[in-house]
């Protein structure tokens, strides 16, 4: 045994120690994998000796080669083996091993239990200390199950360096296994008293910890906590609880009249930034709870306004992004408050550091209004043509969108302006968001009818455009724009002022170039666009003109036909077939326009995303049952023959503008163009003067000769949106001529009247009225659908385990169940503590014990139950 | 422990914890969808690396696969470095907030939950580079990397759990002195700083 001895010492001077393990690692650069791979063989050589020594050095090396990303999970149990000596250099560096490495699904895990709990009973602080730190990284529920009592105990230690280890690993327990919480809270909660501010404080931490999950469980703390609170000059301890009455709150409001004094009075007061960034949050959750009843309510958050802006102010990037983050806490209840900041917030879009412009974008989102959001947007769009990383840029697009679009286009008073953003925002290259803008688009043009006939002569400019279909490489990209143009251009074919035009835009053979669902839209629109020429023409008695039509259509549609994309084939060989169908009556000229068009009619409605979900499932319907019983005899009803494509009795005929919208469209129209006249930066949209020349009688003999450009002289997307600010603000100042002179008039009846306390004339945003006015149609929701919002909880959360309660006295169930080495019917004879096996010849049999042990228990639970 | 029997026969036993109530099992008895890795501490990971991503400390408050862990290193190691230095030291990623601080060459990077204080982990990362500091003499990144189990010794006695365990400077310092003093003395190699 001796020699054995010396030879294992001897055997370790030329073993590698940590230290020569990371000089080699470091001087074998090149082939760094080789090296170390030759190492991990010498490491499972030393593991093979009996040396402990020599076994903790390799379970040492092997902790650094985890770090490293290599797997050491096969050394499990060496390292169990390593936990397990008696010597403290050895047991820490296996505890540290354990805890790097092991984790729910580390099998040999379970062997450790009893060797946990004997370094817990330890007379050695450090022991017991550093088995308390291992077992919190890797505590499983059935370690959690058999070690809840004895930590339970140790949190009554007599040295405070095990009490708050301890205590700070309940937590972790509870997490564990949770019916060890009612047991133990009782002596956790005396540890909020304890004599030690260690031990004080990590009970602090985690009843608060607990309590942000399940906050009404510990209402009853909080006189505790006030103490606490008013007390405490340790400010990580004030953070904490601070944070923790920040989740109580909602709960008591009355708690939150308490303590917005202490709590103000913390934030004049001290000097610690952390502290203070705490106290305004929750001053500004508490004001958020409480509604209202608050008389000096707005003070507050004055108060933490100013705080913040004077964070932003800071040169510390640090706290400049902590005060926007906490401003749009308080946007959300308070916007008026900061809104008066908004210079502030503007300035901060144009910081260098990215992650501060973000957070100031989404406090734009809150700061719009009516008044502002034309201005704010154009300064968007300054920053979008700016900005040189494609994910700022993407991340602009998308904050120009919602803000745009937020609590259904609240803030846009003119869609037109709207829609020429949007096809601004076409002109970005490389952004993964052309799906987004498609989106808007689409909604836009479907839920607003005042503005199809502007939004579909923009869509038919973005299809004649060559630049996006240059950018069909991408997915995702902007290209995406094409699906909604091609949509709207041929859903609403009949705002279109050169129908021919679009349909020859739409055909080209350049289209074949783009995904495969925009495609589809193409040929599916195309022939919307067809039907409507082909009234046009119809009703012009041009049968020439509407043949020319159909024998485009025959000549293009085959490209598609060929496409490699099925739906693009289905579509465009079916549509084919119809086409030449058409073209057969034509040639007998027979009349097929009105039977085309009943092929689209109807209208398309908006549709909300979740109405498919919420069908409630009608009375008397039984989903499980048979749809069909299986083949009965019953004749089904007659079927009368129909019309090839025209259903007789037509059940929604196609909307058309009722006659008094007529007009006041018309009027509206006539007072735009005015405007626009006026405005010498409009650019006319279509017709193009070329063409107006054309259609004029008399001048026809003038040869004008087409020049067909390549390239389109005009960029579509021009900046355009920016005239609309200007005709908007002459707008405004008009009505608000108007409104003063009204106003006028009121004060002076009221003046003649009984005196009333009139309010300022402050310009408001209820005072703005919309330059057209719009029906934003809402999304379409099944009759009786269900309200609820239950979609949203996650149903695995692991703190809702913890949500009990904790002021019900203890059932004696409920006791944490202490460790008994034999069941009571075998306890005859009355063994102590089983002696720990230490000498590894005896190792295995330990193993089966400890399986014997768990056999053995799972019994006894399934005999309680 | 003898050549034959591999650290894996044990597979058999695997801890089963379907019938406890602990709610990832239970949901996953149920079908739900797997729960994804839960946050379970105040502080979730931390993590020291050098300005060429290497890794040089970590420490996790929850448990996730080695495989997770890979995945998590990697790409904060990547989006840390990819920040530029004058940026601030937050970040949002996933569902957590990542603080980090840049102390000389070490990149010390935390991963806290959404209503936890930015501020005062900053303040922890700080706190803890003193601990080093004090217990080294003027730490540096060699310190670290060849005393690397002491850095995770002051680390525990610092930080349990993912929460703060000691306030103290001294108190977290004498703890560690008092445990080195119990380690034996044939290891002193340990200790030295050998370059």
Same mark, same amino acid.
Request: proline residues 9%; positive net charge.
């Given at each position: 045994m001796a020699l054995k001895m010396v030879k294992g010492s001897i055997d370790r001077m030329f073993d590698k120690n940590l230290q020569d393990l990371v000089r080699g690692i470091r001087n074998h650069k090149e082939d760094e994998a080789k090296y170390i791979s030759q190492c991990i063989d010498e490491i499972k050589q030393e593991l093979k000796q009996d040396n402990i020594a020599v076994k903790a050095n390799a379970v040492c090396k092997l902790t650094y080669l985890q770090m490293l990303g290599y797997d050491i999970s096969w050394a499990a149990f060496n390292i169990i083996e390593v936990m397990s000596a008696s010597k403290f250099t050895f047991k820490r560096i296996g505890y540290l091993a354990a805890s790097q490495s092991f984790h729910e699904g580390t099998d040999v895990i379970m062997l450790t239990t009893n060797q946990i709990r004997k370094d817990l009973s330890s007379p050695s602080q450090y022991d017991t200390g550093v088995a308390l730190t291992g077992l919190s990284c890797f505590v499983t529920p059935d370690l959690a199950r058999d070690l809840a009592n004895d930590i339970m105990t140790l949190m009554s230690h007599t040295k405070p360096y095990i009490r708050k280890k301890a205590v700070l690993i309940m937590y972790k327990v509870f997490l564990k296994y949770p019916e060890s919480l009612r047991p133990a809270f009782p002596r956790l909660k005396e540890k909020l008293e304890d004599p030690d501010p260690g031990v004080q404080s990590a009970a602090v931490n985690v009843i608060c910890e607990l309590a942000r999950r399940n906050p009404k469980n510990y209402l009853s703390l909080a006189p505790l906590f006030f103490k606490l609170m008013t007390s405490s000059t340790n400010n990580w301890v004030l953070i904490k609880i601070i944070k923790l009455f920040g989740a109580l709150t909602p709960l008591e409001p009355r708690l939150g009249k308490k303590l917005i004094e202490p709590l103000t009075n913390l934030i004049h007061s001290t000097s610690a930034m952390s502290l203070l960034y705490e106290c305004v949050n929750t001053v500004i959750a508490v004001l958020i709870s409480l509604s209202s009843g608050m008389p000096n309510h707005s003070a507050s958050i004055q108060l933490c306004v100013q705080k913040l802006r004077i964070l932003i102010e800071d040169s510390d990037q640090n706290l400049k992004y902590l005060g926007l983050l906490a401003m749009s806490k308080i946007l959300k209840t308070h916007p008026k408050s900061v809104q008066s900041h908004k210079d502030l917030i503007l300035q901060c879009l144009d910081d260098k550091d990215e992650s501060i412009r973000l957070r100031a974008l989404d406090l734009l989102y809150g700061m719009v209004s009516k008044k502002n959001l034309m201005e704010i947007v154009k300064k968007l769009m300054t920053h979008v043509d700016k900005a040189e990383g494609t994910t700022y840029r993407d991340e602009l697009l998308t904050k120009i969108i919602d803000i745009c679009s937020q609590s259904n286009y609240q803030y846009i008073t003119n869609f037109e302006w709207y829609i020429s953003i949007l096809v601004e925002l076409t002109r970005l290259e490389g952004t993964r968001h052309g799906h987004l803008i498609a989106a808007q688009m689409l909604d836009v043009a479907i839920r607003v009818k005042a503005i199809r006939k502007f939004a579909v002569s923009q869509m038919s400019a973005l299809l004649d455009s060559a630049h996006l279909l240059a950018s069909s490489t991408q997915r995702n990209g902007i290209c995406e724009v094409l699906y909604a143009a091609a949509w709207i251009c041929g859903e609403f074919s009949e705002h279109l002022q050169e129908p021919h035009h679009t349909l020859e835009a739409m055909l080209r053979?350049?289209?074949?170039?783009?995904?495969?669902?925009?495609?589809?839209?193409?040929?599916?629109?195309?022939?919307?666009?067809?039907?409507?020429?082909?009234?046009?023409?119809?009703?012009?008695?041009?049968?020439?003109?509407?043949?020319?039509?159909?024998?485009?259509?025959?000549?293009?549609?085959?490209?598609?036909?060929?496409?490699?994309?099925?739906?693009?084939?289905?579509?465009?060989?079916?549509?084919?077939?119809?086409?030449?169908?058409?073209?057969?009556?034509?040639?007998?000229?027979?009349?097929?326009?009105?039977?085309?068009?009943?092929?689209?009619?109807?209208?398309?409605?908006?549709?909300?995303?979740?109405?498919?979900?919420?069908?409630?499932?009608?009375?008397?319907?039984?989903?499980?049952?048979?749809?069909?019983?299986?083949?009965?005899?019953?004749?089904?009803?007659?079927?009368?023959?129909?019309?090839?494509?025209?259903?007789?009795?037509?059940?929604?005929?196609?909307?058309?503008?009722?006659?008094?919208?007529?007009?006041?469209?018309?009027?509206?129209?006539?007072?735009?163009?005015?405007?626009?006249?006026?405005?010498?930066?409009?650019?006319?949209?279509?017709?193009?003067?070329?063409?107006?020349?054309?259609?004029?009688?008399?001048?026809?003999?003038?040869?004008?000769?087409?020049?067909?450009?390549?390239?389109?002289?005009?960029?579509?997307?021009?900046?355009?949106?920016?005239?609309?600010?200007?005709?908007?603000?002459?707008?405004?100042?008009?009505?608000?001529?108007?409104?003063?002179?009204?106003?006028?008039?009121?004060?002076?009846?009221?003046?003649?009247?009984?005196?009333?306390?009139?309010?300022?004339?402050?310009?408001?945003?209820?005072?703005?009225?919309?330059?057209?006015?719009?029906?934003?149609?809402?999304?379409?929701?099944?009759?009786?659908?269900?309200?609820?919002?239950?979609?949203?909880?996650?149903?695995?959360?692991?703190?809702?385990?913890?949500?009990?309660?904790?002021?019900?006295?203890?059932?004696?169930?409920?006791?944490?169940?202490?460790?008994?080495?034999?069941?009571?019917?075998?306890?005859?004879?009355?063994?102590?503590?089983?002696?720990?096996?230490? !000498? =590894?010849? *005896? %190792?295995? /049999? @330990? #193993? &089966? $014990? +400890?399986?014997? !042990? =768990?056999? *053995? %228990?799972? /019994? @006894? #639970? &399934? $005999? +309680?139950? | 422990m003898p050549a034959g029997c591999p650290p894996h026969s044990t597979t058999a036993s695997l801890p089963q914890h379907g019938d406890r109530g602990f709610p990832f099992a239970a949901a996953a008895a149920a079908g739900q969808a797997p729960p994804r890795p839960r946050p379970a501490a105040a502080m979730q990971f931390m993590l020291l690396f050098s300005r060429q991503g290497k890794l040089r400390l970590q420490k996790w408050y929850v448990p996730l696969s080695d495989k997770e862990k890979k995945k998590i290193t990697r790409e904060l190691v990547q989006t840390v470095l990819a920040r530029k230095p004058k940026m601030c030291s937050f970040l949002e990623w996933r569902d957590l907030k990542i603080v980090y601080k840049r102390y000389a060459s070490l990149y010390f990077c935390c991963a806290i939950e959404d209503q936890d204080n930015e501020l005062i982990t900053l303040e922890i990362i700080h706190r803890y580079v003193e601990l080093l500091d004090k217990y080294f003499g003027s730490v540096c990144e060699l310190d670290i990397i060849f005393n690397f189990e002491k850095a995770y010794f002051i680390l525990d006695e610092f930080l349990l759990g993912g929460e703060v365990q000691e306030t103290s400077k001294k108190n977290v310092l004498k703890a560690i002195e008092q445990a080195d003093l119990l380690q034996e003395p044939r290891h002193e190699y340990f200790n030295v700083p050998v370059y």
């Open positions: 053979p350049r289209v074949t170039t783009l995904p495969g669902h925009i495609q589809a839209v193409y040929v599916q629109n195309v022939v919307k666009l067809y039907a409507s020429i082909l009234q046009q023409k119809e009703q012009a008695r041009e049968a020439e003109g509407a043949q020319a039509v159909t024998q485009l259509m025959v000549d293009r549609l085959p490209q598609f036909v060929q496409s490699a994309d099925l739906e693009v084939q289905e579509r465009a060989s079916c549509i084919l077939q119809l086409v030449k169908h058409i073209q057969k009556l034509q040639a007998k000229d027979v009349p097929v326009a009105e039977e085309v068009s009943a092929l689209f009619a109807g209208e398309l409605n908006p549709v909300a995303p979740k109405a498919q979900k919420k069908v409630p499932v009608p009375e008397g319907l039984d989903l499980d049952a048979w749809i069909n019983e299986p083949l009965s005899d019953s004749e089904s009803e007659d079927e009368r023959p129909r019309a090839v494509f025209h259903e007789e009795e037509q059940r929604r005929p196609k909307h058309r503008p009722s006659e008094a919208d007529e007009e006041e469209l018309a009027r509206r129209r006539e007072a735009r163009k005015q405007e626009q006249a006026n405005n010498p930066f409009y650019i006319k949209s279509s017709p193009s003067p070329q063409k107006r020349y054309q259609d004029t009688p008399g001048v026809e003999h003038i040869p004008v000769v087409q020049i067909d450009l390549s390239v389109p002289l005009k960029v579509p997307g021009l900046p355009m949106s920016d005239q609309y600010v200007k005709l908007e603000e002459e707008r405004r100042h008009r009505q608000k001529l108007e409104k003063d002179k009204r106003r006028k008039k009121r004060k002076e009846k009221e003046k003649k009247g009984k005196r009333r306390h009139s309010s300022l004339p402050t310009e408001s945003d209820e005072d703005i009225a919309p330059a057209q006015q719009v029906d934003i149609v809402t999304e379409e929701m099944p009759e009786n659908a269900l309200p609820s919002d239950e979609d949203d909880k996650d149903p695995n959360d692991p703190y809702r385990a913890l949500d009990i309660d904790l002021d019900k006295p203890l059932a004696d169930s409920e006791k944490l169940p202490i460790q008994k080495h034999r069941n009571t019917e075998t306890s005859k004879s009355p063994e102590k503590d089983v002696p720990m096996v230490e !000498k =590894k010849s *005896k %190792k295995p /049999k @330990k #193993k &089966k $014990k +400890k399986k014997k !042990k =768990k056999k *053995k %228990k799972k /019994k @006894k #639970k &399934k $005999k +309680k139950k | -």
